[in-house]
T-cell receptor, first 114, second 115 residues
Framework: AQTVTQSQPEMSVQEAETVTLSCTYDTSESDYYLFWYKQPPSRQMILVIRQEAYKQQNATENRFSVNFQKAAKSFSLKISDSQLGDAAMYFCAYSAGNNRKLIWGLGTSLAVNP | KAGVTQTPRYLIKTRGQQVTLSCSPISGHRSVSWYQQTPGQGLQFLFEYFSETQRNKGNFPGRFSGRQFSNSRSEMNVSTLELGDSALYLC??????????????FGPGTRLTVT
């Protein structure tokens, strides 16, 4: 069965600094997708970044980038130049290539200190 | 384009009652998925509907059911409510075109409290 593990329930970062959130997953599929979602206190879940497993290049979206280590089944999120608005719950999620079912980690609560 | 809307936003029900939650996807999106979010279990997949057909189902009891209408709007129903059904229920829609790993757009959720 596919699983997603986020080992850091809470993290904090100083404004303008860089923080890395960890995620590991387990799957026997060769075709799959990985996602980082952000859920601010208002509860609207927003996609931050996605990675296709077949792509070796790490995805980047502005200040957000991932370190995708396929052999190690690791998918970490790096947030550069952290801003107060980055404070939220961050969820790592997985979907196999043949459906839209998302399997989620338990999340990391990120606090950004001014 | 309007986002995913869910109604009602908040709901309080008593054990044993049933409840129906509604989700309107983004215009043009034909796939609607439902998730249950609780502090203890996190986010868990309930089911996905595409063109009025249930395409995938999570590991929930038969008390949880859903349907999708021809306009892609979806409803989920929970019968014989239990205290453990208290949760935030999230709906997500995605486009029918493009890769299956495409973005899912989430609604604000319905907060269900069972007393």
């Amino acid at each position: 069965a596919q699983t997603v593990t986020q080992s850091q329930p809470e993290m904090s970062v100083q404004e303008a600094e860089t923080v890395t959130l960890s995620c590991t997953y387990d799957t026997s599929e060769s075709d799959y997708y990985l996602f980082w979602y952000k859920q601010p206190p208002s509860r609207q879940m927003i996609l931050v970044i996605r990675q296709e497993a077949y792509k070796q290049q790490n995805a980047t979206e502005n200040r957000f980038s991932v370190n995708f280590q396929k052999a190690a089944k690791s998918f970490s999120l790096k947030i550069s130049d952290s801003q107060l608005g980055d404070a939220a719950m961050y969820f790592c999620a997985y979907s196999a290539g043949n459906n839209r079912k998302l399997i989620w980690g338990l999340g990391t609560s990120l606090a950004v200190n001014p | 384009k309007a986002g995913v809307t869910q109604t009602p936003r908040y709901l309080i029900k008593t054990r044993g009652q049933q409840v129906t939650l509604s989700c309107s996807p983004i215009s043009g999106h034909r796939s609607v998925s439902w998730y249950q979010q609780t502090p203890g279990q996190g986010l868990q997949f309930l089911f996905e509907y595409f063109s009025e057909t249930q395409r995938n189902k999570g590991n929930f009891p038969g008390r949880f059911s859903g349907r999708q209408f021809s306009n892609s709007r979806s409803e989920m129903n929970v019968s014989t409510l239990e205290l453990g059904d208290s949760a935030l229920y999230l709906c997500a829609s995605s486009s029918s075109t493009g890769p299956l790993g495409g973005e899912q757009y989430f609604g604000p959720g319905t907060r269900l409290t069972v007393t």
